[in-house]
């Protein structure tokens, strides 16, 4: 039986903005990277992952029609997102090590993307699972 960390809950795909190349956040690399940077260091230091969670992980989409997971360092922010499509789920931490054991195997499995600190108006910033 698969854990409940590795089930997705299949949401419809919503354009992001991106940090794929020719994007807005394209051209804000140094941001980008520095926000990928905070992301990395909250989530180590505190040894877990945020996301938004009923029966299965809330997916998003990119513009490309990928599947994306949105994942933030803290609840709060996870918080933000929790609306709409999303408002019945719950705002729920993941193990860092949960993450990189089974997460992030299937993210790449599915050759899908970690959406960043996606806000309440769709914006991310897309990493592939190779690269957290």
Sequence with gaps: MASRHSQFENINFLPLLT???????HHLGNCISFIWFIF?????????????????????????????LPLWPE????????????????VTAMSLKIFIE?????????KASASVFLTPDWKSILITPERL
């Design 102 to 110: 089974e997460l992030i195997p299937l993210l790449i499995e599915q």
């Design 19 to 25: 940090g794929e190349h020719g994007s807005p956040l």
């Design 40 to 68: 990395i260091k909250k989530i180590v230091s505190e040894r877990q992952v945020w996301g938004l969670y009923q029966g299965g992980w809330a997916v998003s989409g990119t513009i490309d029609g990928k599947m994306a």
């Design 75 to 90: 609840a709060k922010y996870a918080r933000l997102c929790k609306s709409n499509m999303w408002a019945k789920h719950d």
